[in-house]
């Protein structure tokens, strides 16, 4: 597949899996995640690659979510709610090695899901991470809640969705969010140093590890089958539809207007 939207690259058994929209803070559209479903089918079964990177490109994003600007009622892809992005966060939970969050910046929305999900996460002390599903009218059922609750626990969980706040770097390394956080500018060599660590290791034992971790979750992907369902009932409402309107025209949404 010619890639438009993302970037891909190996080096020293390295994939390196960029979302290359900068000027969209690397939010993600249809074909966006079409791209990083080959991308990572294409690192996740080579044998030459020990680890997976996802990160976005520039400084100013890891990744803001579904692109607004292609969503209307629906988004621009396949799938039940024209993105992709429930098979997407499955993949990089199938695929048999680690992968790592490199989070340069925002992690907001969809992309502080995909972030969470990774098995490991390197944060800059300039990354801020939340989610702004309820105030834009959406919410990433399954792996986005329920898993979120299993990182962080149930009552800050709750929070992250019910308030929409943006929580700082440190506050992230608090809540057991990420693994690390570092400076801007060795945020590629620490990330690079854990995955020469993860190198030594053996990979069988990685992948059996990996797999074991995720068996105690994976029944999550049946509530986010489920969720996602509703969603794409959800979507189609004027409730829903006020929150990407208010986006798009800078405004407090007025969703009780529209509440039934």
């Known amino acids: 597949m010619p890639y438009q939207d993302i970037l891909y690259d190996e080096t020293d058994g390295v994939a390196t899996i960029t979302i290359n929209r900068p000027d969209r803070y690397n939010a993600f559209r249809g074909q966006t995640c079409m791209e990083l479903i080959d991308a990572f089918h294409r690192a996740g079964w080579n044998k030459d690659i020990g680890v997976i990177v996802l990160t976005g490109a520039g400084d100013k994003a890891f990744c803001t979510g579904g692109d607004q600007g292609a969503h209307d009622g629906q ?4 799938g039940l709610i024209g993105l992709p992005v429930e098979e997407l966060q499955r993949l990089i939970r ?30 800059s002390e300039t990354a801020v991470f939340g989610q702004v599903g309820p105030k834009v009218g959406s919410v990433d059922p399954g792996f986005g809640t329920a898993y979120l609750a299993r990182v962080v626990g149930e009552k800050r969980a709750r929070e992250i969705w019910y308030l929409c706040r943006k929580y700082s770097a440190r506050q992230a390394l608090e809540w057991g969010l990420v693994n690390a956080v570092v400076p801007p500018g060795q ?3 620490e990330v690079r140093a854990w995955c020469d660590e993860i190198l030594e290791k053996s990979p069988t034992a990685l992948s059996i590890a990996k797999r074991s ?19 794409s009932l959800y979507y189609d409402t004027e409730e829903s539809k006020e929150g ?15 509440h039934k």
């Open 75 to 78: 988004y621009d892809g396949r």
């Open 244 to 258: 990407v309107r208010a986006f798009r025209e800078k405004r407090t949404p007025e969703f009780r207007k529209y």
């Open 187 to 189: 945020l590629d060599e």
């Open 94 to 123: 199938e695929v048999p090695k680690p992968v790592i969050a490199r989070v340069n910046g925002f992690a907001i929305g969809g992309g502080h899901v995909l972030h969470v999900i990774c098995d490991l996460s390197i944060a």
């Open 213 to 231: 971790f995720n068996a105690d979750s994976d029944n999550i992907a049946g509530i986010g089958a489920l969720g996602m369902q509703a969603l």
